[in-house]
């Protein structure tokens, strides 16, 4: 028994310049606000952009991007419809607002599904927005996308940063690319994730303040894009 | 047309196994359809037939239909995923996104939504042979 779906995945993706997983080892870093922001930005730049959200269980970027009511269109495949620029695609236009409660086994069955049947157009970035974690989707990814690399998230706490450290390694092991880290939440002048960063070798790329008006941004993206949080991602986009 | 992209999928992977094997000529692909992801057996074969390469000129395409079985992991319950019990909407995210069935459906005896697809999930190759 072989599963035909897995030979057509990199077919799928093959005209996708860059694809870049926005991960962490911790959930509730701000990844997805991150991912949604880089993706808006990169697509205003003028950079054809694509956001995935690989979080099945917890989807979020629909929420943040405002997405209501929206459908693929189906053409020997399925294609992500445009939203706000961007070429959008999420498990939400299948699962609603319901709970999707899914084993491993079924989160690396959905993301082989949507890997081998959604048709991208020529992107220059393609933006995932991963689960956190060093789980059964970025595993996947990992086994069977060709060319991703890895932009990473933590916020100041060492906590964060540990689990940061443990997904680092598990990249490096497995020579794959890591763009760089983003300190998210910065609520002071403290240096030590930076430092950190640099002890590893890896690109500080930027840090994010604690921005209080970004909860009021949510489903709006024009509101969103004007926030200090933006601006913030605006610049790091740039340094990729 | 969803099932398009699942024959390119079956042409891809025959494909890659025959050049792996060295088969130069495809005589026949068996494939299993799970009844959960509701493909269109019609539709699939129609797709079959058209992305035919060279290696695929006298090949029989055997597509078998499997029921979908499920079986509770809390109470141990199994039984068999009946589509006529959904309405259309449900249905067709589950054709596109089997997984989806963890949302829509639960067990019938505990009510949890935590099962297992047994079998009958989507597309698989159960064979292939050819001449070398």
């Known amino acids: 028994m072989v599963d035909p779906r897995i030979s057509v995945v990199n077919e799928r993706l093959k005209n996708i310049e860059n694809i870049v997983a926005v991960s962490s080892g911790k959930g509730g870093v701000g990844k997805s606000l991150v991912a949604s922001t880089l993706a808006l930005t990169l697509a205003k730049k003028g950079c054809k952009t694509g956001l995935f959200d690989l979080d099945f269980t917890s989807p979020s970027t629909h929420l943040i991007l405002g997405v209501q009511e929206m459908q693929p269109k189906e053409e020997k495949g399925i294609i992500p419809?445009?939203?706000?620029?961007?070429k959008y695609m999420s498990i939400v236009y299948y699962s609603g607002n319901q709970v999707t409660p899914l084993r491993g086994a079924d989160?690396?069955?959905?993301?082989?599904?949507?890997?081998?049947?959604?048709?991208?157009?020529?992107?220059d970035f393609l933006v995932v927005d991963m689960p956190p974690g060093i789980g059964d989707a970025t595993l996947?990814?990992?086994?069977?996308?060709?060319?991703?690399?890895?932009?990473?998230?933590?916020?100041?706490?060492?906590?964060?940063?540990?689990?940061?450290?443990?997904?680092?390694?598990?990249?490096?092991?497995?020579?794959i690319p890591i763009v760089g880290i983003v300190e998210n939440m910065k609520m002071d002048d403290s240096k030590f994730i930076q430092t950190q960063v640099k002890n590893l070798g890896l690109p500080f790329l930027g840090e994010i303040p604690f921005d209080n008006k970004i909860e009021d941004a949510i489903g709006n993206v024009d509101k969103l894009l004007e926030t200090v949080f933006a601006k913030k991602v605006e610049s790091i986009a740039a340094k990729l | 047309?969803?099932?398009?992209?699942?024959?390119?999928?079956?042409?891809?992977?025959?494909?890659?196994?025959?050049?792996?094997?060295?088969?130069?000529?495809?005589?026949?692909?068996?494939?299993?359809?799970?009844?959960?992801q509701q493909v269109e057996i019609d539709i699939?074969?129609?797709?079959?037939?058209?992305?035919?390469?060279?290696?695929?000129?006298?090949?029989?395409?055997?597509?078998?239909?499997?029921?979908?079985?499920?079986?509770?992991?809390?109470?141990?319950?199994?039984?068999?995923?009946?589509?006529?019990?959904?309405?259309?909407?449900?249905?067709?995210?589950?054709?596109?996104v089997?997984?989806?069935?963890?949302?829509?459906?639960?067990?019938?005896?505990?009510?949890?939504?935590?099962?297992?697809?047994?079998?009958?999930?989507?597309?698989w190759l159960e064979s292939i042979k050819g001449v070398k």
């Open chain 2, 98 to 123: 089997p997984e989806i069935v963890h949302t829509y459906v639960h067990c019938p005896k505990c009510d949890s939504p935590d099962f297992e697809v047994l079998e009958g999930r989507g597309v």
């Open chain 1, 140 to 175: 996947d990814l990992l086994r069977l996308v060709k060319n991703v690399k890895f932009l990473v998230i933590t916020t100041p706490s060492r906590l964060a940063f540990e689990t940061v450290r443990k997904l680092v390694s598990l990249l490096r092991g497995l020579e």
């Open chain 1, 107 to 123: 989160v690396s069955n959905a993301l082989i599904e949507l890997l081998a049947i959604t048709r991208w157009e020529k992107l």
């Open chain 2, 44 to 96: 699939l074969e129609y797709a079959l037939s058209q992305l035919k390469t060279e290696k695929f000129e006298k090949t029989k395409f055997s597509i078998e239909k499997a029921e979908a079985r499920l079986k509770c992991r809390v109470c141990g319950h199994e039984w068999v995923f009946n589509k006529e019990k959904l309405d259309e909407k449900t249905a067709e995210a589950i054709h596109f």
């Open chain 2, 1 to 36: 047309m969803h099932e398009w992209a699942l024959a390119e999928a079956v042409i891809s992977a025959v494909s890659q196994i025959a050049e792996k094997e060295g088969i130069r000529e495809v005589t026949e692909v068996k494939v299993k359809v799970g009844e959960l």
């Open chain 1, 81 to 86: 419809p445009e939203v706000y620029g961007l």
